[in-house]
């Protein structure tokens, strides 16, 4: 296995314990290295409620990924067709129609609990599963998630030049940064 990474799960399921290769960004369902026994008595949850609101006119793919704050490696895994996302996550996809189009998003982020493996079974005497290492199927193990969610509201509307609807957009920005805890990006 290799050193820790922090992948965004993008409406995939994960699960603590799941097998993951970071070579075709997937997981590996319905494989372990621990029974379910193990993995249920060695997990503890930590409780972190925060939430947070960000606005961006920006509709580049660099600041969308940077928005759901996805790594690079994931975000090439995207743009090549290797990763298919869910959820909010699917405002990668959305694009705007035309060059007439102003468009501001509002991103609102939410976060609850973590849920971690203990490090008490983590020597190779606890695992149970040993052929896992044997067939070279994954690079990591899933030992953290963090719950929460998260939500693109996009706002769009047509204008007849180019100068308006940058003039619509700021517009736009500036009211939906009064509301309170609200924050703009570029």
Not at 151 to 157: L, N, P, T, Y
């Amino acid at each position: 296995m290799e050193e820790q990474i922090i992948v965004a799960c993008l409406g995939r399921p994960m699960t603590l314990g799941t097998l993951y290769d970071c070579r075709s960004d997937t997981s590996i369902p319905g494989v372990t290295l621990w029974d379910n026994n193990t993995l249920s008595n060695n997990t503890s949850i930590q409780h972190s409620e925060f939430s947070n609101f960000n606005v961006t006119a920006n509709d580049s793919i660099e600041n969308k990924a940077h928005l759901l704050n996805i790594k690079a490696g994931l975000k090439l895994s995207f743009i090549s067709g290797l990763v298919k996302v869910e959820g909010a996550a699917k405002y990668l996809d959305n694009n705007r129609s035309s060059a007439n189009q102003a468009r501001v998003a509002l991103k609102y982020s939410c976060k609850s609990s973590i849920e971690k493996l203990t490090m008490d079974h983590l020597g190779t005497d606890n695992i149970k599963y040993r052929d896992v290492f044997d067939n070279g199927m994954a690079t990591h193990v899933v030992t953290a998630i963090e719950y929460g969610a998260d939500a693109i509201f996009v706002f769009d509307r047509r204008e007849s030049s180019s100068e308006s609807c940058r003039k619509v957009e700021g517009n736009l920005e500036t009211s939906l940064a009064k509301i309170p805890a609200m924050s703009i990006t570029d």
